[in-house]
């Protein structure tokens, strides 16, 4: 088992910068996969970024050039720093961990005010 504990979440002016932390802890070996995931009221949860354990990344159009996915798999922790905030980026963000099956944490909220 995988246990995800998110961190970091709370409330932006537009143009700010919020950074999430993702850590894993149980059986953390052989993770290959972690990414955030965001689903805002309403809508379906989108893939945000996702990052290999050999350090591969890839990101949504919609948040490109704004947001980095990190980890340091030393901590079995994962970040990611959202820059230049909009409105559209309120939701909740959630962790995700890939091992035989998906693992996922309890969600943070992140809110940009305009």
């Known amino acids: 088992q995988v246990q995800l504990v998110e961190s970091g979440g709370g409330l932006v002016q537009a143009g700010g910068s919020l950074r999430l932390s993702c850590t894993a802890s149980?059986?953390?070996?052989?993770?290959?996969?972690m990414g955030w995931y965001r689903q805002a009221p309403g809508k379906q949860r989108d893939l945000v970024a996702y990052?290999?354990?050999?350090?591969?990344?890839n990101y949504a159009d919609f948040v490109k050039d704004r947001f980095t996915i990190s980890r340091d798999n030393a901590k079995n922790t994962m970040y990611l720093q959202m820059n230049s905030l909009k409105p559209e980026d309120t939701a909740v963000y959630y962790c995700?961990?890939?091992?035989?099956?998906?693992?996922w944490g309890q969600g943070t909220q992140v809110t940009v005010s305009s």
């Open positions: 995700n961990a890939k091992k035989m099956m998906d693992y």
């Open positions: 990052i290999t354990s050999e350090g591969w990344r």
């Open positions: 149980g059986t953390t070996a052989g993770i290959r996969v």
